[in-house]
C-alpha cells in the first residue's frame, strides 16, 4: 500500500462544538445466541429499566441489532433523554422494555483536567479526550494514544478500569499531557460507521490527532511522542516516518507480516483452548486456505463462505471490514522499524493470548542494528493483550471470553512513565 497518499491532506480542525452522545448503560458481546448484555453498569439507564446480564437485545427502537456495530450505530444516532423501546430475549422470552437514555459522564480527576475537545478528519467532526495535569504553567511533553483494533469507545469515565483512561490519566497525573481519539461514528464523533473505515481511514485520524497535539499550547511540540497498542503499533512507526516525534512506545505489539502473525496466533489461542492436535492442524489448514481467498486474493466474505462454509468461523472472528484487514494483510508490518532513529520501548506482557514475545524482541533487535541503544525491551510479569492482569496466557483467554470485569495493570503506567522521563 501506498503511505504517501495516506497521510495527505492533513487538516487540523478549529475547536467546534460536538454535542454528547445518548448512554444506555450495558455492554455486550456477540455470542451464538445473539447480541447478550455481559455486564448492566450501575445506576444506568439499562439498570433502572430493568436489563439484565444475560438478556439478548434483538433491536433498539424496532432497528435490528444483531452485532455490536449494528448496536453501536444505532445508539449512537439518538439522543440523551430520549425514551427508547429496547426488544430482549430473556430465558427464551421475548419482552420489550422502555429505556430513558441518559448522558454519558464526564471524567473526574482530582489532579486531572479532561477536555472534551474535536479534529476534524475526512470532513467530520472527531471527538478527542486530552488530559492535562491541573496547575501546569508551561508546555509540556504530550502522548498521543493509539488504540486496538475494533469499534469500542474510548469515552468511558463509567469504567475506572478502562486501561486507556488509566494510562492517560497516569502519565497526566506523571507530568504529561495526553490525546485519545474517538473513532469514526462512535460515541461523539461524526462520520461514517466505524466498522466501514479502513484502515487507511483510521490511520488519517491519528494523523491529524498527533498534528493537533503538537499544536495544542499546553504541549511542548518538540516533545510528544506515541504510544501503539495491539493493531496501534502497526500504526505507530508509520506515523513517525510521516511526523516528527520524540519517542515510541508500543505494547503488545505484531512484528511480522500480518498473514504469518495470524496462522500463530489462531494456533496458540487454539492450543490454550485445550483443543486436540489433529483438530488443531485441521483447522490450521482451513484458516491458511479461508485467509489466502480473503486477504490475498480478496474475493468477497460472501462468495468464500458459500463455497466453504467453514470460513465463516475464520472470516467472520475480524471487529472491522475485510477491507481494514486487507490493507494491513498487504503491508511489510516490520519495514518501518528499520528506518526509526528515534528511542523505542517495547512493552510485552507475559499473559498475552494474541502477541508473542518474539516480535517484541525482533522489533527491538531492529531498530538497535541501525541505532545501537536505541530500544528497549521491557516484559510486565502477568499483564494481557489488553492491558489487565492475568494469572496466565489462559486466564486471560478465559477472561476475555467470558466478558468479566478486569483489573488494569499499573505496571504498564509505572513502565511507560520512568522510561519517558529518562527521555525527557
Known amino acids: 500500500m501506498n503511505d504517501v497518499s495516506v497521510f495527505a491532506p492533513l487538516v487540523i480542525a478549529a475547536v467546534l462544538t460536538l454535542p454528547r ?12 445466541a445473539g447480541l447478550t448484555v455481559v455486564r448492566v453498569l450501575p445506576a444506568s439507564p439499562a439498570q433502572n429499566a430493568g436489563v439484565r446480564a444475560g438478556d439478548v437485545i434483538v433491536s433498539v427502537d424496532g432497528v435490528a441489532t444483531p452485532t455490536i456495530p449494528a448496536y453501536l450505530s444505532e445508539v449512537h444516532n439518538l439522543h440523551a433523554a430520549e425514551l427508547v423501546s429496547v426488544t430482549l430475549s430473556r430465558d427464551g422470552k421475548p419482552m420489550t422494555l422502555r429505556v430513558r437514555l441518559g448522558e454519558p459522564p464526564e471524567e473526574n480527576d482530582p489532579l486531572v483536567t479532561t477536555r472534551y475537545d474535536s479534529i476534524t478528519v475526512d470532513g467530520s467532526l472527531r471527538r478527542v479526550l486530552i488530559t492535562i495535569p491541573k496547575q501546569a504553567h508551561t508546555p509540556l511533553p504530550g502522548v498521543l494514544l493509539i488504540g486496538g483494533i475494533g469499534c469500542f469507545s474510548i469515552d468511558v469515565a463509567s469504567d475506572p478500569q478502562d486501561p486507556y483512561l488509566r494510562l492517560a490519566h497516569d502519565l497526566s497525573r506523571a507530568g504529561f499531557v495526553t490525546m485519545r481519539v474517538e473513532k469514526s461514528g462512535v460515541g461523539d464523533s461524526r462520520g461514517p460507521p466505524c466498522q466501514s473505515v479502513d484502515f487507511a481511514g483510521e490511520k488519517r485520524s491519528y494523523a491529524v490527532a498527533l498534528n493537533a497535539l503538537r499544536a495544542d499550547p499546553a504541549v511542548n511540540p518538540k516533545r510528544v511522542y506515541v504510544f501503539g497498542h495491539s493493531i496501534g503499533t502497526i500504526v505507530a512507526p508509520r506515523l513517525a516516518q510521516r511526523e516528527r516525534v520524540a519517542g515510541i512506545v508500543v505494547a503488545e505489539a505484531v512484528g511480522r507480516d500480518w498473514f504469518g502473525y495470524e496462522l500463530r496466533n489462531t494456533r496458540r489461542q487454539l492450543e490454550l483452548g485445550g483443543t486436540a492436535a ?3 492442524d485441521a483447522a490450521m489448514m482451513d484458516k491458511y ?54 528511542p523505542v ?24 542494528a541501525a541505532h545501537p541503544g536505541a530500544a528497549t525491551l521491557h516484559e510486565i510479569a502477568g499483564m494481557d493483550h489488553l492491558l489487565y492482569r492475568a494469572s496466565s496466557p489462559k486466564a486471560a483467554l478465559d477472561a476475555f471470553a467470558s466478558g468479566a470485569a478486569r483489573e488494569y495493570d499499573t505496571d504498564l503506567s509505572a513502565v511507560i512513565i520512568a522510561w519517558l522521563k529518562q527521555q525527557t
Open 289 to 342: 486456505r479461508c485467509m489466502y481467498r480473503l486477504l490475498v486474493a480478496k474475493e468477497s466474505e460472501a462468495t468464500i463462505e458459500v463455497e466453504q462454509p467453514s470460513c465463516k468461523e475464520h472470516n467472520g472472528v475480524y471487529p472491522v471490514d475485510a477491507a481494514y484487514i486487507q490493507q494491513v494483510a498487504a503491508l511489510n508490518v516490520i519495514e518501518p522499524w528499520t528506518r526509526l532513529g528515534v
Open 278 to 280: 489433529a483438530a488443531t
Open 345 to 368: 520501548l517495547a512493552i510485552y506482557g507475559t499473559s498475552d493470548f494474541v502477541t508473542e514475545r518474539d516480535d517484541h524482541v525482533r522489533i527491538v533487535a531492529i531498530v538497535n
Open 21 to 32: 452522545h445518548a448512554v444506555f448503560g450495558a455492554a455486550v458481546a456477540e455470542k451464538p
